[in-house]
T-cell receptor
Framework: DAGVTQSPTHLIKTRGQQVTLRCSPK?????VSWYQQALGQGPQFIFQ???????QRGNFPDRFSGHQFPNYSSELNVNALLLGDSALYLC???????????????FGPGTRLTVL | GDSVTQMEGPVTLSEEAFLTINCTYT??????LFWYVQYPGEGLQLLLK?????DKGSNKGFEATYRKETTSFHLEKGSVQVSDSAVYFC???????????FGTGTKLQVIP
């Protein structure tokens, strides 16, 4: 089992550009969540995807958007990059359990985005 | 809304010392509680979890007990090692299709 994988590992962009980050969930998982972790801070929830739809969203602007594919993999897109978007972006996968929600989340190694 | 408060670091201990990292939470309903560990340059790894009141999670010598009456989930280890040096995050997952809410993290440095 490969676990959660993310690509690329590192990325450098300039202000105003757009970026796409990718995530493949752990085998058997159908739910993908994205988090932003600024330096020295805890991860902050961006949004969660299930059945190819955004199910819940944190307090992030519309510049942050995502997509989930039929194979459950996911992309995070950020438009009009700002210096403050520099962070480690973490993807986590989980599985819906029964009708009550999701089980624990398994995290990938993250993508380090630097905006210059 | 949900929130997690954990003691600020950094925490510096000598090898074989006793470790406690305090964590308290605010949440609606009955959340599941977690401790994650992040080693330098890496993502998050689940260290332990507890899903209901009075449950004790344990792993690699670390323990934490879900205390509903004090809304706490303190992390403890009897004898730390240099290899335990990392950042530790307390977190909660509320019932339903909810996000994980993290504390700000506590950096632990263990010196020989």
């Amino acid at each position: 089992d490969a676990g959660v994988t993310q690509s690329p590992t590192h990325l450098i962009k300039t202000r105003g550009q757009q970026v796409t980050l990718r995530c493949s969930p752990k085998s058997g998982h159908d739910t993908v969540s994205w988090y932003q972790q600024a330096l020295g801070q805890g991860p902050q929830f961006i949004f969660q995807y299930y059945e190819e739809e955004e199910r819940q969203r944190g307090n992030f602007p519309d510049r942050f958007s995502g997509h989930q594919f039929p194979n459950y993999s996911s992309e995070l897109n950020v438009n009009a990059l700002l210096l403050g978007d520099s962070a480690l972006y973490l993807c986590a996968s989980s599985a819906v359990t029964g009708t009550s929600g999701t089980d624990e989340q398994f995290f990938g190694p993250g993508t380090r985005l630097t905006v210059l | 809304g949900d929130s997690v408060t954990q003691m600020e670091g950094p925490v510096t201990l000598s090898e074989e010392a006793f470790l406690t990292i305090n964590c308290t939470y605010t949440a609606t309903g009955y959340p599941s509680l977690f401790w994650y560990v992040q080693y330098p340059g890496e993502g998050l790894q689940l260290l332990l979890k507890a899903t209901k009141a009075d449950d004790k999670g344990s792993n690699k010598g670390f323990e934490a007990t879900y205390r509903k009456e004090t809304t706490s989930f303190h992390l403890e280890k009897g004898s730390v090692q240099v290899s335990d040096s990392a950042v530790y995050f307390c977190a909660l997952l509320s019932g339903g299709y909810q996000k994980v809410t993290f504390g700000t993290g506590t950096k632990l440095q263990v010196i020989p």
